[in-house]
């Protein structure tokens, strides 16, 4: 097996068994979104924040199955679907052009099954296969939610052993990827509060015992650093 296969498999084998922890992460993440949603949200805005806000990407309808398990969606104004789960909870708004067009796109690559119930009205559910995408495509745009500066810096330090090698080029990769400028090769450091992601990185990757997460101001009256994140 090459080092890309092998690269590969244990990175699914770890997001795999942290499904769980994804699940919780991935809730969390939604219900802050769908709160900005609800702060904006005017009667007279409703096809508006269907179009331009709440349009469902093929990447989201994945996330949202896999957190809320079947959705009934069924069209509540023109142009506009209404997806709920089985007790018309966490109701959200989707152009009905785009969830079609997704739709029909995770049927094909086998990712979601649906049972039409009347004309406007069906249930959508993931397969297993598309179990694991979400899961993928989760960790693959893993990102710090808060972005407020509260005065202090969290500095990621990390010494990883070479047989965790591949977990330790992708923490860096998603390190960068999550806005953390990088001091050194094996430290990292963001002004925002980012504890939970990161503790959630290294225990997906099986890596927590090799990381320390500090929090500090001595970092405020660092020119470069300050330019970089203001």
């Known amino acids: ?7 590969e498999y244990k990175f699914k084998k770890a997001i795999s068994e942290n499904r769980e922890a994804i699940i919780v992460q991935l809730k969390k993440e939604w219900a802050e979104a769908e709160k900005v949603l609800a702060q904006e949200k005017k009667k007279e805005q409703l096809i508006k924040i269907a179009k331009d806000v709440g349009v469902v990407s093929a990447k989201s309808l994945l996330a949202l199955l896999f957190i809320g398990g079947i959705l009934t969606v069924a069209v509540t104004a023109p142009n506009v679907f209404s997806a709920f789960g089985r007790l018309g909870k966490n ?3 989707f152009n009905k ?5 997704n739709k029909y796109y995770l049927k094909r690559h086998g990712l979601i099954n649906f049972k039409q ?12 296969k598309g ?14 939610q808060n972005h407020q500066k509260d005065g202090y810096w ?3 330090m990390f010494d990883i052993p070479n047989k965790h090698k591949w977990a330790r080029d992708i923490f860096r990769q998603k390190l960068r990827g999550m806005g953390f400028y990088q001091l050194q090769e094996s430290v990292f450091i963001l002004p925002y509060p980012c504890e939970k992601e990161v503790i959630l990185l290294a225990e997906i990757l099986n890596i927590i015992d090799f990381i320390h997460l500090v929090k500090t101001a001595d970092f405020n009256n660092n020119k470069k650093l300050k330019g970089k994140f203001d």
């Not at 097996?1 to 690269?7: G, L, Q």
């Not at 119930?117 to 297993?128: A, C, G, N, Q």
């Open 131 to 144: 179990e694991d995408r979400a899961v993928e495509e989760y960790f693959n745009d893993f990102k710090v």
């Open 117 to 128: 119930i009347d004309d406007d009205i069906f249930e959508v559910f993931l397969t297993r």
């Open 1 to 7: 097996m090459s080092k890309n296969k092998k690269r």
């Open 91 to 93: 109701r959200r708004h």
């Open 154 to 156: 969290r500095m990621v």
């Open 97 to 101: 052009e785009q969830f079609n067009k």
